[in-house]
Nanobody, 125 residues
Framework: QVQLVESGGGLVQAGGSLRLSCAAS??????????MAWFRQAPGKEREFVAA????????ETADSVRGRFTIARDSAKNTMYLQMNGLKPEDTAVYYC????????????????WGQGTQVTVSS
């Protein structure tokens, strides 16, 4: 069983930055080989794909809405994934979730096996 714990959320003014972390624990072979991703969900909206990264951190996919502002990375030695968020906008306000899967469509939430509890990001105007 893989467990994911997010941290780093908070309140920031528009234009500011935050770095989210997702610590994975469980069988090493799984945490080091899974695709990992960030999703977000704003009140009254569906869960939205933000970014994903492959098992060795060489291939990434980023949603159009955050490309050029958000950067995903992972440190396999620490079993930790990161989301560096720069140029934050009020519309980025949401609960951010990390997720992990072994095979599937990277941007589809239904394909992910494990989820964290989420961390709130609030961007004030």
């Amino acid at each position: 069983q893989v467990q994911l714990v997010e941290s780093g959320g908070g309140l920031v003014q528009a234009g500011g930055s935050l770095r989210l972390s997702c610590a994975a624990s469980g069988p090493t072979v799984n945490t080091n080989t899974y695709i990992m991703a960030w999703f977000r969900q704003a009140p009254g909206k569906e869960r939205e794909f933000v970014a994903a990264i492959d098992w060795n951190g060489e291939i990434t996919e980023t949603a159009d809405s955050v490309r050029g502002r958000f950067t995903i990375a992972r440190d396999s030695a620490k079993n930790t994934m990161y989301l560096q968020m720069n140029g934050l906008k009020p519309e980025d306000t949401a609960v951010y979730y990390c997720a992990a899967q072994d095979v599937g469509t990277w941007s589809r939430a239904a394909d992910y096996l494990y989820w964290g509890q989420g961390t709130q990001v609030t961007v004030s105007s």
